[in-house]
């Protein structure tokens, strides 16, 4: 168990509403990431963070924000939800202890826009 | 930048049979390799790994060498279980690429009594 925690585990929401998903780790890793994963497209990176309040985009980060203001929590924001934002989404930590530079991941959050 | 690719599935199989899942990757630098597995309703577990080239990852009977000649990191077991049925993940991890985790798109097992 990597300590990660995300939620909320299941999400319902409407088209241009504001919607935020926690990632809340007790590791302190410095690496964490946003994934979304779709049929047929496997998991695909939206943004990361490399420490507090450093953050990147990633393949598709296109209406998604994130912040970090603290080591253990990392914030996905969709700043108004579209029907092609409805996906499963992953966070994850990555080790970096020599060569262990493998990835763990949240029980994910099942977002549904309507 | 950095890419893997995996066959497409589902692969279907009976119980005991032999499975192999091809992995092919690119990458910049010395990647680290990996298989995740994803159980239903539930995020993904790092199944096994390979640091450097010609290493064997194993865990759970599964087996993957990594082969640097063939940028090849295929999936075998010898014998399957119903227990098995999921959905298998190739990844990387790079220098070239800020050590990213790199995914591809997922093969689904589903594995027949």
């Known amino acids: 168990d990597a300590g990660i925690t995300q939620s909320p585990r299941h999400k319902v929401t409407e088209t241009g509403t504001p919607v935020t998903l926690r990632c809340h780790q007790t590791?302190?890793?410095?690496?964490m990431y946003w994934y979304r994963q779709d049929p047929g497209h496997g998991l695909r990176l939206i943004h990361y963070?490399?420490?507090?309040?450093?953050?990147d985009k990633g393949e598709v980060s296109d209406g998604y924000s994130v912040s970090r203001s603290k080591t253990e929590d990392f914030l996905l924001t969709l700043e108004s939800a579209t029907s092609s934002q409805t996906s499963v989404y992953f966070c994850?930590?990555?080790?970096?202890?020599?060569?262990?530079?493998?990835?763990?991941f949240g029980q994910g959050t099942r977002l549904t826009v309507v | 930048g950095n890419s893997v690719t995996q066959m497409e599935g589902p692969v279907t199989l009976s119980e005991e049979a032999f499975l192999t899942i091809n992995c092919t990757y690119t990458a910049t630098g010395y990647p680290s390799l990996f298989w995740y597995v994803q159980y239903p309703g539930e995020g993904l577990q790092l199944l096994l790994k390979a640091t450097k080239a010609d290493d064997k990852g194993s865990n759970k009977g599964f087996e993957a060498t990594y082969r640097k000649e063939t940028t090849s990191f295929h999936l075998e077991k010898g014998s399957v279980q119903v227990s098995d049925s999921a959905v298998y993940f190739c990844a990387l991890s790079a220098s070239g690429g800020s050590y990213i985790p790199t995914f591809g798109r997922g093969t689904s097992l589903i594995v027949h009594p």
């Open positions: 590791e302190n890793h410095r690496y």
């Open positions: 963070s490399y420490g507090v309040k450093d953050t």
């Open positions: 994850a930590i990555r080790s970096e202890t020599g060569l262990n530079t493998e990835a763990f």
